[in-house]
């Protein structure tokens, strides 16, 4: 129901009817810009597009669904937005007014004092007392989700909820991070944690798309496919899933974090010593507004100051400040200066001025993630494959992708050399399998029509 969700419907239904609608400049038909898994390659040199180049699924046969603290209408969700052009939401909100939004669960320390009011769409509190009645009631909504919509590929959990405060939880395994779940440890285990946790014990990938401190080593290892289908005494309380699944994050990287590491990537091409980088944005949506809280802050402010860690420029000075603009609403604004020594020491300075509705950023990050994750569990691909090669979506890539260059296009780089080794590693595999069916046929094991039978198979 927040601005990331709804926009997200939005897109969905107005791609699947193939929808029209008047905006300010222009009449615009649905597409799916942004959206680098759904766009084909403009030209031979010009723009990325993986759309026919590779085996991805198709955004348009989806199924989509979710939680919520609220219990707001998500097509009057999407009106009190104010992000999509009116003449397109009034031929969408019908039909999003009447999708199902599953109770989340809530705990009201996690967020900011803004957010406490209007949670009322939440999971009862008698019936998941315990962190463990609490993991399981997630995943039996994720079971209902994929039996209802009759899923057959692989299914992702995004959190797009509210950033989150810091949670104080530490654990050095999954098997501590189970016993703690399933002993009702008194312990700072936050939503998110739980999310991912059941997710992760039903087979579906989770991405952290906030800022908070979700992933840890002990969850990276409760998605390992060989510590789920291990003998743990514990995790075999939990009868989890053994399906391929991966852990993403941390916090999308949209708007103007994604152009710094482009920005700065470039002054460092050109031999540049970048000393200051002075940045600030201001926006209204309510993620900006549960960010005036503290506590909160404090998760955002440790992404977006650590963005350049891995090149170890010890000596740039990179200062961020956010701010809430009520009246600018999701309309995100923000201005960056790039200050570097150039020859001699003379100075070199770069000014940028970006303003682009937040979600409208951030929902094709969303889509992407998610139908990276069901191409690389269909490759059966590697934590690290999946984590380094989506490294480019996230502010502060960690999990398999931490310690990766923060540089996008050499982020993009690796994106692109993953899928072409991973699918020239399945044309090895396919020429092996045929020249074995050809050696049989030689030597009378298989006739050549059965050959040709099981060729139709594939």
Not at 77 to 94: E, F, G, I, M
Not at 189 to 198: D, E, G, R, T
Not at 294 to 316: C, Q, Y
Not at 335 to 348: A, D, K, N, R, W
Request: aromatic share 8%.
């Amino acid at each position: 129901g927040g601005n990331n969700g709804v926009t997200l419907a939005a897109g969905f239904i107005a791609n699947r009817d193939h929808l029209s609608w008047e905006t300010e400049a222009e009449r615009m038909d649905a597409n799916w810009y942004g959206c680098i898994t759904q766009v084909p390659p403009r030209g031979h040199h010009g723009g990325v597009g993986f759309k026919g180049r590779y085996p991805l699924g198709d955004a348009g046969r989806a199924a989509i669904g979710g939680w919520d603290i609220r219990p707001t209408r998500l097509g009057q969700a999407l009106y009190d937005s104010r992000v999509l052009a009116y003449d397109l939401v009034r031929q969408v909100r019908d039909e999003m007014d009447e999708m199902e939004i599953m109770p989340g669960v809530f705990d009201p320390s996690f967020v900011g004092e803004t957010q406490h009011a209007t949670a009322t769409h939440i999971v009862s509190e008698k019936d998941t007392e315990t962190w463990r009645s609490k993991v399981e009631r997630l995943r039996s909504d994720i079971r209902r989700f994929k039996l209802e919509n009759d899923v057959d590929g692989h299914t992702t959990v995004i959190w797009s909820a509210s950033v989150e405060r810091p949670s104080e939880a530490e654990y050095s395994s999954a098997d501590e991070l189970l016993s703690a779940i399933d002993s009702n440890k008194n312990d700072d285990i936050s939503p998110s944690i739980l999310y991912a946790v059941a997710s992760a014990l039903e087979g579906c990938s989770f991405v952290n798309g906030g800022s908070q401190n979700t992933l840890s080593t002990a969850l990276s290892e409760l998605y390992e496919v060989s510590y789920r289908s291990s003998d743990s005494h514990v995790l075999s309380k939990f009868q989890p899933s053994r399906e391929i699944a991966y852990l993403l994050g941390t916090d999308y990287k949209a708007g103007q974090t994604k152009f710094k590491t482009a920005a700065v990537e470039y002054i460092r091409a050109l031999g540049l010593k970048p000393k200051v980088i002075a940045s600030s944005n201001h926006l209204g949506n309510n993620d900006m507004l549960n960010l005036t809280s503290k506590a909160t802050i404090k998760a955002k402010m440790r992404v977006k100051s650590n963005i350049f860690g891995p090149w170890e420029e010890d000596e740039l000075d990179h200062q961020v400040r956010v701010m809430y603009t009520p009246y600018i609403g999701d309309e995100k604004r923000d201005i960056v200066e790039y200050t570097s020594q150039g020859f001699l020491g003379c100075p070199h300075t770069m000014l940028t001025y970006t303003r682009c509705m937040d979600s409208v950023l951030c929902v094709p990050l969303m889509i992407d993630s998610a139908v990276w994750c069901d191409y690389f569990t269909r490759r059966g691909s590697s934590t690290s494959d999946a984590a380094r090669a989506t490294a480019y979506l996230f502010k502060v890539p960690e999990g398999g992708a931490k310690g990766v260059d923060p540089g996008f296009h050499k982020q993009m780089g690796v994106l692109e050399e993953t899928l072409q080794r991973l699918e020239k590693g399945e044309e090895e595999v396919e020429h092996l399998k045929w020249n074995t069916i050809k050696e049989g046929i030689k030597q009378g094991i298989i006739t050549a029509e059965q050959a040709e039978a099981l060729r139709g198979l594939q």
